[in-house]
C-alpha cells in the first residue's frame, strides 16, 4: 500500500517562507533529482530556496548538477529557514551539512527502510506544534515518485525541467526498470506521468549509461579477462593491479557495469574484485546475490557495508591478499 502524503508536510511547505533542501552525502541521481524538483517546486510557489549538498559529485551523469548546490550555509541563509530532507532520514547523513542545519525546523521525506529508526532522532522542531513531518514509504521506488505525489498533493503538476528530475531519480533507483516486480503498476503509472509532462526516457538512458571513457571500457575487459571461479563456480575473483589503475582509472571506473556482468554468469553468488589502489595499499570490492553475505568479509578485515555490497582498505600486495580472502570466503558458503 502506497503512503499518502501526510498533511503535516503540507502545511510545513505552506506556511514556510523560506526553505533549505538538503540531503545525503555522496549524491545520486535520486537525491540530487528529488533535491532540484522539490526546490524548482517551491520556486514556483513563491518561496526563497536554498539546495545544499556536502557531495562530492562524483558519479558521471550527476556531475552537471554540482553547480546547482552550495556545500554551506550563511547565518543570514539559515535565518528563518524550514529544512526538508530527501533520500535519508537523520541530520548526520547530510555529512558536513548536518552542523549547518542544525535546530532549524525539519521534515523528511525517505524510502530507506531504516528511516524509521531516525525518526526518533528528529525531535520536535515543529514550526507549529505539529509532529516532525516525516514522509516515510519503504515501498516507493524513489524519492522522486514521492516528489511527484507532493506536487499533486499541492494540487500542481511537474513542469517539463520538473518532470526531467523526477523520471532521472525514478531510473536511477529501479536500475531503469530492470528492479520493478508485479507490485510495481504504480511506478509505471508515475513514469508516464512524468513522460506526459515532458521527461524523455531515452534521453536520460544516455545520460545514466553514457559518458564513459575509453579506457574504463578497456579496465572493465582486462579485468574481466582475469576473472577466475572459485568453490565451484559460487565465487568469482579478479583484479587491477597499480600499471593499470594509473593507465586507465584516472579517468574513473565503471564498477556498476563490472559488478552487473559478472552477476549475471550463471551459479555466481559472491563477486570480489581487488584493486591495487598505490604501490602499498589495496582496496576490495565484493557484491553478493540474496543468500551470501560479503558484510562478514568485510568486517573480517576491518572494512564495513551491506549483506550484499561491502568492501575494505588493505595494506599491502594484492598476491598476500588473494589467498587469505579466499580462506575467509569458506566462512560464508
Ligand atoms: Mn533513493
Not at 533549505?20 to 520556486?43: F, W
Not at 582509472?249 to 598505490?278: K, N, T
Request: aromatic fraction near 8%; proline fraction near 3%; charged fraction near 25%.
Amino acid at each position: 500500500m502506497e503512503v499518502q502524503v501526510p498533511e503535516s508536510l503540507i502545511r510545513f511547505i505552506q506556511s514556510g517562507k523560506k526553505f533549505i533542501i538538503a540531503g545525503h552525502e555522496e549524491p545520486d541521481g535520486d537525491c540530487a533529482g528529488s533535491q532540484l524538483a522539490l526546490c524548482s517546486v517551491l520556486k514556483r510557489l513563491g518561496k526563497t530556496v536554498i539546495a545544499c549538498s556536502a557531495g562530492p559529485f562524483k558519479r558521471t551523469e550527476i556531475n552537471s548538477f554540482a553547480s546547482s548546490f552550495v556545500s554551506r550555509l550563511s547565518a543570514e541563509e539559515k535565518e528563518g529557514a524550514f529544512v526538508i530532507l530527501v533520500d535519508c532520514s537523520t541530520l548526520e547523513r547530510a555529512g558536513d551539512m548536518a552542523a549547518f542545519l542544525k535546530g532549524l525546523p525539519l521534515a523528511v521525506v525517505d524510502h530507506h527502510a531504516r528511516a524509521a529508526e531516525g525518526r526518533h532522532e528528529t525531535g520536535d522542531h515543529s514550526p507549529s506544534g505539529d509532529e516532525t513531518p516525516f514522509y516515510l514509504d519503504i515501498n516507493a521506488p524513489s524519492v522522486t515518485f514521492m516528489i511527484l505525489r507532493i506536487i499533486q498533493a499541492l494540487g500542481m503538476e511537474p513542469n517539463r525541467e520538473e518532470a526531467e528530475l523526477l523520471l532521472f531519480g525514478l531510473c536511477t533507483d529501479t536500475g531503469f526498470f530492470r528492479h520493478v516486480d508485479d507490485t510495481g503498476a504504480a511506478t509505471f503509472e508515475a513514469a508516464a506521468d512524468m513522460i506526459r509532462a515532458g521527461a524523455n526516457p531515452k534521453e536520460i538512458f544516455a545520460r545514466i549509461h553514457g559518458g564513459k571513457s575509453l579506457n574504463s571500457r578497456i579496465l572493465i575487459g582486462i579485468i574481466l579477462a582475469r576473472s577466475r571461479t572459485h568453490f565451484g563456480g559460487r565465487l568469482v575473483l579478479s583484479w587491477e593491479t597499480f600499471e593499470e589503475t594509473e593507465k586507465y582509472a584516472l579517468e574513473g571506473r565503471d564498477s556498476d557495469s563490472l559488478y552487473q556482468m559478472l552477476q549475471s554468469v550463471e551459479g555466481v553468488e559472491a563477486i570480489c574484485i581487488i584493486r591495487q589502489e598505490r604501490p602499498e595499499d589495496c582496496t576490495v570490492g565484493l557484491r553478493s546475490r540474496d543468500r551470501v553475505d560479503v558484510s562478514v568479509i568485510a568486517a573480517e578485515f576491518g572494512g564495513g557495508g551491506h549483506k550484499n555490497a561491502s568492501g575494505f582498505k588493505y595494506s599491502g600486495k594484492i598476491e598476500e591478499l588473494r589467498p587469505k580472502l579466499l580462506e575467509a570466503f569458506k566462512k560464508v558458503f
